[in-house]
């Protein structure tokens, strides 16, 4: 299946859960924020958030700024 | 403060910090020199902006949040970049997602690249959703005693007009519509955007802002941990100027020393 990843198609292989695209993207533990279809997947619903087809994810992270 | 003077903490949303500068994160040359920075500026609130997380990046790489942990800062995620009340909104609730539920939020929704000047349409809108939220709103506005009225009224925690431009050096442009906020707001109203130099940091505070929130004036200058420094103590002096209250202008001169006793006399 294909998701849009921080706005790019990105091709899965198997159905993976948010926790398991986060592990393969080497971010785990990693200070993160996952939103799924413009909603928030909070940190303890990870392991249980199963993604579809056509899903629009964004991880974003902290940087410089004022 | 002084040793003889004890300044009454800035309050905001219930948070007190004995400092009144606040500080952003962006335009440093590396995290070494950011960290450097604002240990020096003395500040308590450091904002930082939310980003896509580059992927395929190093997994090791250093992470701002390492810079300025949580757990010795008040983190201000903002709202930079957004154009529209929609994305400031989703900016705030990922802020609150990856700092585990903290509430404390600099909005800012722009009108265009060229002035980065506050779209304060989409601000009010943005506030009210965010307000209603749950989430403790410190607000980047123009400096228009009407607006900043309404952000108040909305519910926003601290009320924050520009000096000038975003990132352009020139100072307070208008301290008379400053005064005008400050004498009417309930809420901490702190300079956010303009300033460049020390002088007019204490101006600012001279003015009777409760604080001031600066990024450039210290990443840009070309020592930025001494600056933070300068920075520092002109938040300090400028604040007990204002307490202090200054002297009346008048249009003569005014000896210093007494007339009368003069050998020539």
Known sequence: MQIQLNGEARTLEAEASVAQLVESLGLAGRRIAVEVNEEIVPRSAHGETRLSDGDRVEIVHAIGGG | ?265
């Open chain 2, 1 to 265: 403060m002084t040793d003889f003077f004890q300044d009454a903490p800035l309050r905001v949303a219930g948070r007190e910090f004995a400092s009144r500068l606040l500080v952003g994160t962006g335009k440093y040359r590396d995290f070494d020199e950011t960290g450097e920075a604002i240990a020096a500026s003395g500040a308590e609130v450091v904002t930082f902006a939310v980003r896509r997380t580059n992927l395929g990046q190093d997994a090791a790489a250093p992470n701002l949040l390492d810079v300025i942990s949580p757990e010795r800062y008040t983190l201000l995620p903002n709202t930079a970049g957004c154009y529209t009340a929609q994305d400031a909104v989703r900016t705030c609730r990922l802020a609150r997602e990856l700092l585990d539920g903290h509430n404390l939020v600099k909005l800012e929704v722009l009108g265009d690249d060229a002035t980065l000047y506050p779209n304060v349409v989409e601000t009010l809108a943005a506030a009210e959703t965010l307000v209603e939220d749950g989430f403790d709103v410190m607000v980047y506005t123009s400096d228009d005693p009407i607006v900043a009225r309404e952000l108040e009224r909305i519910g926003c925690c601290a009320v924050m007009p520009l000096g000038s431009l975003i990132g352009s050096g020139h100072g307070i442009q208008n301290p008379y519509n400053l005064r005008l906020i400050i004498e009417q707001a309930g809420v901490p109203v702190l300079v956010d955007a303009g300033i460049g130099t020390a002088s007019e940091a204490a101006q600012a505070m001279e003015l009777g802002c409760d604080g001031v929130l600066m990024n450039s004036a210290i990443a840009h200058a070309r020592q930025p941990v001494l600056m933070a420094s300068a920075m520092k103590q002109a938040v300090q002096a400028g604040r007990e100027a204002f307490l202090a209250g200054r002297m009346p202008r008048r249009q003569g001169a005014d000896p210093s020393s007494p007339l009368a006793g003069r050998i020539n006399a």
